[in-house]
């Protein structure tokens, strides 16, 4: 069989890609890592962007394309790849309203500001109920009809390994099953692959001497990276990593952290002013901690050993409640019993009844914590942060047990990424063309869509829509 489009990973990309082109009439083949579709749709926080959509019109937002962009290029200093951006944002509109028009339920508080990244200007950042699941749930019938109808066969549990071609042109993907090898061939062939971050030795050849901690896809093991690569392929954009903070590693040394199970609210004070301090493995502290933007505390945070440091509070603090008369304790979604059962296991996060055996639990050095913690509590009672400037000063940390909470700069998507062009058509070193060969999705960096920031949005968008386009446009 050779299809009209041969697409690697069945992603938000790939699916997107396989479903705007089975719409045509197209035979589509898609090969696909896992035992099941939607790639890391089943992890992410499922958030999109986009410019004048009728939801925002619906609650009286005015925005455009054009502010969009321009959004964008202000948050990113202009960098990234600005045909892409352009692409990408362009086509955003279009993409929400298909999502919608399939039956996409949005969050009721959407388009809404996100102040996890450099906020947007203007409310339009939306998703679903169920974050990427929501996304997910609405593409999976349309797939799964294709599918029946012949349109799209699927081959699970295919590990893409190579390329081949015939005179000029690539046309075969070439994969290892559990069965041995396998070839298959298209016309066209559309690389979705995802990203890098859970194939360490890979991260540690783009990023040396940086510290992995991921929250990625499990898949997302660089396997399109590699292939292209090896056929002169351009990587682009690595310089531009960036991390989120606030994984937890539940078990220590493992260099994985779960977003959606065990993550700290350390990226913004918008959310939860602070009732506690960082320190770094010095037992120093390093940012005032209620410091609102995302990206200065994750700068300051990449200068920091191991780009980790310990959250410290104690009992009074953990049990405190915020202006609203709500508990908000340091880590998303656990109550305060919760977190003493966390706490209890002695991994992330520990507990202890004197300052002096937290750091030992910590191996932070004693003397410095103990100063660290006493200055810090003479701030609060003079109100003046003598040394970063912090505002917040209304919790001592004087109150037994107290707490040790160890959270890292975590990558949650790959800023590095694949070369195309503005028709998605994967580069070779000459900046020409492969033949045959285009992409989409995390394979090509979010460098490439949101720069050297994380713009709201400028993953997902990008992926689907792109999927789309090559989907709609290829023959």
């Given at each position: ?135 997910y749930k609405v593409l999976l019938p349309e797939w799964q009809n294709h599918v029946a109808s012949g349109a799209i066969d ?71 990276h590699i292939v292209l690569e090896k056929q002169g392929g351009q990587f682009r954009f690595g310089e531009f990593h960036l ?78 409640k915020d202006e609203n008369g709500n508990h908000n304790p340091i880590i998303i979604g656990r109550s305060v019993e919760e ?137």
């Amino acid at each position: 069989m050779i299809y009209d489009i041969l697409i690697v990973g069945a992603g938000t990309a790939g699916m997107s890609c396989a479903i705007a082109a089975a719409e045509r009439g197209l035979k589509v083949g898609v090969v696909e890592k896992s035992d099941k579709v939607g790639g890391a749709m089943h992890w992410s926080g499922g958030h999109m962007s986009a410019g004048g959509t009728h939801l925002q019109k619906e609650k009286g937002i005015e925005d455009s394309v054009e502010k969009h962009l321009a959004d964008i290029l202000r948050i990113n200093n202009r960098s990234g790849d600005t045909d892409l951006i352009e692409l990408a944002v362009n086509e955003a509109p279009k993409t929400i309203q298909w999502l919608d028009d399939i039956g996409m339920e949005w969050a009721p508080e959407c388009p809404r500001i996100i102040y996890g990244h450099v906020a947007y200007d203007t409310a339009r950042t939306v998703y679903g109920p169920e974050k990427a699941i929501s996304i997910y749930k609405v593409l999976l019938p349309e797939w799964q009809n294709h599918v029946a109808s012949g349109a799209i066969d699927c081959f699970f549990e295919h590990t893409f390994i190579g390329l081949g071609k015939s005179h000029d042109r690539f046309d075969k993907v070439q994969c290892t099953t559990v069965n041995g090898p396998v070839i298959h061939e298209g016309k066209n062939i559309v690389i979705t692959s995802g990203g890098y971050g859970s194939n360490p030795a890979y991260f540690q050849q783009k990023h040396p001497g940086i510290p992995l901690v991921s929250s990625c896809y499990p898949t997302a093991t660089a396997d399109g990276h590699i292939v292209l690569e090896k056929q002169g392929g351009q990587f682009r954009f690595g310089e531009f990593h960036l991390p989120s903070l606030g994984g937890m590693e539940e078990e220590e040394g493992s260099g994985r952290v779960d977003f959606n199970k065990a993550w700290a609210m350390v990226l913004t004070s918008v959310y939860r002013q602070p009732r506690d301090i960082y320190v770094n493995a010095n037992g120093l502290r390093f940012i005032k901690e209620d410091e609102v933007s995302p990206e200065t505390r994750e700068l300051t945070t990449m200068k920091q050993p191991d780009w980790c440091f310990w959250v410290i509070f104690d009992e009074a603090s953990l049990n405190a409640k915020d202006e609203n008369g709500n508990h908000n304790p340091i880590i998303i979604g656990r109550s305060v019993e919760e977190i003493k059962a966390e706490a209890a296991k002695e991994n992330a996060l520990c507990m202890a009844d004197s300052i002096e055996e937290l750091a030992k639990k910590t191996g932070l050095p004693t003397a410095n914590l103990l100063e660290t913690i006493k200055g810090y509590n003479r701030m609060v009672d003079t109100k003046v942060d003598v040394d970063f400037g912090r505002k917040h000063l209304e919790d001592p940390i004087k109150t037994a047990p107290f707490y040790a909470l160890k959270v890292h700069a975590s990558v949650l998507v790959t800023f590095g990424g694949i070369k195309v062009n503005k028709k998605l058509q994967v580069l070779n070193s000459n900046k020409e063309p492969m033949l045959g060969i285009y992409a989409a999705g995390e394979v090509l960096g979010l460098g490439a869509t949101s720069g050297s920031s994380f713009c709201s949005g400028m993953a997902i968008t990008p992926a689907l829509s792109f999927g789309r386009i090559l989907g709609r446009t290829l023959s």
